[in-house]
């Protein structure tokens, strides 16, 4: 199937997600359940994730700025910027492409293959908006809070590296985190982690929903998912990059 | 009732139903057989809306389903129930959440009511005590028979078995059968199953459709079967050395 055929499918698919849910109070049950199964389940790893990578930006910070010309508060101030404008928004959401995304390809796709799907509409449910939208909302909702986490573990792991490696004083590094802050950086991550969390459900759920065959198609239908969404995350970053901060 | 006018069915240069009609009548189990491949389970699908159909018409107790819009056929979707090959119940719910899911969607009643038509039902299949088990830790059997009682929560009138024994021991087979021709008598349902396997056939065909290569190759009930010149449906029925022998007797 060629690209467009792929975008005017998605475009149907989308319509058919972005409808009204049949019942409310179950639709809010699922939004909470899938918050806690995308978002809460993944708190482990974005914080191991964002400790080492706080960790290691300051440090390379450290060593790379060995100048007497240079302050030594520039390796909080640099990992800071590089956990709030890039790592914490666009590595993690590489991450949760992996970790969500083939989880979602997968559970869409096995319910396709064993019939679960044809039961939901038998009965009369939109499958679709059933199964995909609450996951949308739900990651749009929870990766925020997962971006702003990954921001402060981020930062305390870049502390504790210069800290223990006795590279960075920890004043200085505090003075750094602080020093030549702008506000709209949030603003500008927060606004890529939301569309990073639409690609991570949206694209998985619809290879997962358009599965044919078994365990098999199942599995590549997964892969697929995994690797188209990472592409769209880094091409949405680099436009959203062009767009937010010119 | 359920009537089926020149149904046809292609899928990209292959035809697969060919100008197929029958009436599937209420209170009775209507059986749908033929060799894998025959265009069963394409008929099915198209009866229920999961295929659209080239041409043709379908009608539900005079109702055209075929020229229905979306809200209609969703409306008369809450009429039927299903109960697919593998039962399809969803893996993340438990037997009895299982049951509820259609209640919660599509009924107005109380919490209570609805606990009490879950149980009902779930006693009606003879499932008891396994209310909070999840799918996979029932058997094969057990799931068919909760696959039932979820179909049957919104007091269908029209049920579709896809081969509901497939799988299952021949003793757990006739339970289901059994099962499936009492739910059907005692709501008045038009059930419509999908099988290949002979001892359903005999057991509960009150009115047999034979497909072959896509057509209505012949229609009768269990007793006339014995009596037909039908080559097609003879060597698919007596294939086995049993079955002749069965035969045999019967004439």
Redesign the interface.
């Known amino acids: 199937m060629g690209l467009f055929e792929h975008v005017g499918k998605f475009s149907k698919f989308l319509v058919l997600v972005v409808s009204k849910p049949?019942?409310g109070k179950?639709f809010f049950s699922h939004i909470i359940k899938e918050i806690h199964k995308l978002g809460i389940n993944s708190i482990g790893i974005v914080v191991i994730i964002s400790l080492f990578m706080g960790a290691v930006i300051a440090l390379q910070t450290a060593y790379n700025m060995q100048n007497p010309l240079l302050p030594d508060y520039l390796v909080g101030y640099t990992t800071r910027e590089s956990m709030l404008l890039e790592f914490s928004s666009t590595i993690v959401g590489l991450i949760l492409a992996g970790k969500v995304g083939s989880n979602i390809a997968s559970e869409i796709g096995?319910?396709r293959v064993?019939?679960?799907i044809?039961?939901l509409?038998?009965?009369?449910?939109n499958s679709a908006n059933f199964l995909v939208l609450p996951k949308i909302i739900a990651a749009v909702f929870i990766n925020p809070f997962l971006y702003i986490l990954s921001v402060f573990v981020g930062i305390l792991g870049g502390l504790f590296a210069g800290y223990l490696t006795g590279t960075v004083a920890v004043s200085d590094f505090i003075y750094g985190v602080q020093f030549g802050f702008i506000p709209y950086y949030i603003s500008y991550s927060l606004i890529k982690t939301c569309v990073f969390a639409f690609i991570i459900t949206a694209i998985p759920s619809y290879y997962g929903y358009f599965v044919k065959g078994g365990a098999l198609e199942v599995g590549k239908a997964s892969t697929k998912a995994v690797v188209n969404s990472s592409i769209l995350i880094l091409l949405s970053n680099l436009i959203l990059t062009q767009i937010l901060l010119k | 009732m359920i009537t089926l006018k020149n149904v046809n069915k292609s899928f990209a240069s292959l035809k697969v139903l060919n100008d197929i009609s029958v009436n599937f009548e209420a209170g009775k189990t209507n059986l749908i057989i033929g060799q894998s491949g025959s265009g069963k389970t394409v008929l099915l699908k198209s009866i229920?809306g999961?295929h659209e159909i080239d041409s043709g018409k379908i009608f539900y107790s005079d109702r055209d389903f075929t020229a229905m819009n979306l809200k209609s056929?969703?409306?008369i979707?809450?009429e039927?129930g299903?109960v697919?090959?593998?039962g399809?119940?969803?893996?993340s719910m438990s037997v009895e959440e299982n049951v509820l899911?259609?209640l919660?969607?599509?009924s107005k009643m109380s919490d209570t009511e609805k606990m009490d038509r879950v149980n009902f039902c779930l006693n009606r299949v003879n499932i008891k005590n396994s209310n909070h088990l999840y799918p996979t830790e029932i058997s094969g059997g057990m799931q068919k028979r909760v696959a039932i009682a979820r179909a049957i929560a919104l007091n269908p009138k029209y049920l579709?078995c896809d081969e509901p024994n497939s799988g299952l021991d021949p003793v757990t087979a006739i339970v289901i059968d059994n099962l499936i021709q009492e739910i059907t008598k005692e709501f008045n349902m038009t059930t419509i199953i999908n099988t290949h396997d002979m001892n359903s056939v005999m057991e509960i065909g009150e009115k047999i459709l034979f497909i072959s290569k896509g057509f209505k190759a012949w229609e009768g009930t269990k007793e006339e079967i014995f009596d037909t010149d039908n080559q097609a449906l003879n060597d698919f029925v007596f294939a086995s050395d049993l079955y002749q022998k069965i035969k045999k007797v019967n004439r």
């Open positions: 049949e019942k179950t096995s319910m064993t019939e679960q044809d039961a509409e038998i009965m009369g449910v | 229920i999961l056929r969703k409306n979707r809450q039927m299903m697919f090959q593998g399809a119940l969803f893996d899911f259609p919660d969607m599509f579709f």
